[in-house]
């Protein structure tokens, strides 16, 4: 199957300019030595070129071919298989809506779909103005807090239609937006970075800011027959080490 069927465009003949180049097979160098056999840095490499143009571009997949001695066949392949490689250019915000079974049941799907109507997108793709992508995302182990929407990767967690479009027209308009928790919110090319495994600079970004809360704990509790908070008298069942009589 050719790069044209599976959603990239023929490969160009040119590289990235040289001071580009240069950039990024010193940050490729620093990737691969991490790993016993080289090709083993092709995710990583993915993320870095992602970080540069937004997406994986046929030149990013050249030049991971090239730092790997891989083909541009073997690199295109697991580009084309991970859905966190983008095809095409994400906006500054890469908005992804859970809509697996428990988000969906929620109101996930609800979310999706108004949420692809007020900007007026569909699945994976980018207003013009180059601010906001949107994609259907599978589960990103928050389903305590479903639905959930994750902006470049950071937790909007109980969200509705309202709140989702409200958070998009926000982001669109420039103003600040926190995350439910975690860190700072950062744009899509530099998340991207991140995951290529260089150092996450932000405040908040190496606590414990970004874990489950109280909803993460709550089937903890129960099973050592707790009461759960703001439910006194609530029936809880017994500890497993003391039977089933409580």
């Known amino acids: 199957m050719s790069s044209t069927e599976l959603g990239l465009p023929a490969l160009p003949a040119k590289p990235y300019p040289p001071e580009v180049e240069a950039r990024l097979a010193a940050d490729a160098r620093e990737l691969i030595s991490r790993y016993p056999q080289s090709r083993s840095a092709l995710l990583p490499l993915l993320h870095l070129v992602q970080a540069e143009d937004g997406c994986v571009t046929p030149t990013g997949i050249r030049f991971c071919a090239e730092q790997l001695e891989l083909t541009t066949a073997e690199v295109t392949a697991v580009a084309t298989f991970y859905t966190m490689y983008r095809r095409r250019p994400a906006g500054e915000y890469h908005v992804g809506v859970c809509t697996n079974t428990l988000c969906a049941v929620l109101g996930g799907d609800q979310i999706f779909d108004e949420l692809s109507e007020h900007l007026g997108i569909a699945n994976n793709r980018t207003t013009e103005d180059g601010s906001v992508s949107i994609e259907r995302i599978e589960c990103n182990a928050a389903c305590d807090y479903a639905p959930v929407v994750m902006v470049n990767w950071e937790f909007f967690d109980n969200q509705t239609p309202e709140s989702a479009k409200e958070l998009v027209d ?4 420039g103003q ?11 744009s899509f090319k530099e998340s991207s970075r991140i995951l ?8 908040g970004a ?3 800011s ?6 993460s704990l709550a ?3 129960l099973a050592k027959g707790e009461a759960l908070p ?6 809880v069942v017994a500890p497993r080490h003391e039977g089933t009589e409580a």
Do not use: S, Y
Not at 230 to 235: E, R, Y
């Open 170 to 173: 926000r982001l669109r308009a």
């Open 219 to 221: 089937g903890l509790r």
């Open 230 to 235: 703001g439910t006194p008298g609530a029936k």
């Open 196 to 203: 290529a495994g260089f150092a996450d600079e932000r405040p």
């Open 210 to 215: 970004g874990a489950g809360g109280a909803p």
């Open 176 to 186: 600040e937006v926190r995350p439910t928790r975690g860190a700072k919110l950062c």
């Open 206 to 208: 190496n606590d414990e």
